[in-house]
């Protein structure tokens, strides 16, 4: 089940914890992988982590807006089609909004919602034409219920529910299904650096007693991309151990 045999995924912020997860999972279904981040080292090291023959890598910095508008299009000129596109890059530049500095702001906009948007552009083109694809955006559990001194970025995060929604009417018709993963707290580099009070403090709020890991986001999203999935759409699956139940 949830075989991505013979399709194509590209995936933005390849590798953070949970891009590197899915890039593995995805591999580990069949799929070739174009990794995309903005470290071409990380990129490399993460591509000899993988079988050979199975990956490629395009670097990409989501904030300039000629590279983004480019990168789909070089993935698809490289391995000739993109069959998946995986929208996981995000930024933090956390701050109460009081004092929010307008660079903060823009900044997480650019790369966790505006990116995403220049990304999925060319794909429902390319996606619509051959009459299949699959876009998932990966979203946040703070997009759908907020966070103090995050506002830029549950901006991002709870505009990126409402394009998946916009594109999944709009793209329906033509066998292309558009849906977003919102995580809650998942054992990752940006959550390793909390302090166990703080851990604790979080925990107290999950029913499950426990962060989730990486590879629960990974499973979720080879579920969306496969066959299995093809009667969801506009879809936002919350994994978060209970934290939010929409």
Not at 92 to 106: F, P, Q, S, V
Not at 187 to 193: G, K, V
Not at 214 to 229: H, R, T, V, Y
Request: aromatic share 4%; hydrophobic share 45%.
């Amino acid at each position: 089940m949830f075989r991505l045999d013979g399709k194509k995924v590209l995936i933005t912020g390849a590798t953070g914890g949970i891009g590197k997860a899915i890039c593995h999972f995805l591999v580990k279904q069949g799929a070739f992988v174009v990794m995309s981040g903005t470290n071409a080292g990380k990129l490399e090291t993460l591509q000899a982590e993988l079988p050979k023959g199975q990956t490629g890598i395009l670097p990409c910095n989501l904030e300039d807006v000629d590279s983004v508008n480019a990168l789909f299009d070089m993935a698809e000129h490289n391995h000739e089609q993109i069959d998946i596109l995986v929208n996981n890059a995000g930024i933090t530049r956390d701050g109460l909004a009081m004092r929010m500095k307008d660079d903060d702001w823009e900044s997480v906009l650019a790369v966790n919602l505006s990116a995403a948007f220049r990304l999925c552009r060319p794909a429902v083109k390319a996606m619509m034409k051959r009459r299949y694809g699959r876009i998932i955006n990966i979203s946040s559990v703070v997009g759908a219920m907020g966070n103090p001194g995050q506002a830029n970025y549950v901006a991002a995060k709870a505009g990126l529910i409402g394009l998946t929604k916009s594109l999944a009417t709009e793209v329906a018709t033509r066998n292309v299904t558009v849906n977003a993963v919102a995580p809650g707290f998942i054992q990752t580099a940006m959550t390793d650096i909390l302090t166990e009070q703080q851990k604790e403090r979080i925990l107290m709020g999950v029913p499950m007693g426990k962060m989730g890991q990486p590879e629960d986001i990974a499973a979720a999203i080879a579920f969306l991309a496969s066959e299995e999935a093809n009667y969801i759409t506009g879809h936002t699956l919350h994994i978060n151990g209970g934290l939010y139940m929409a």
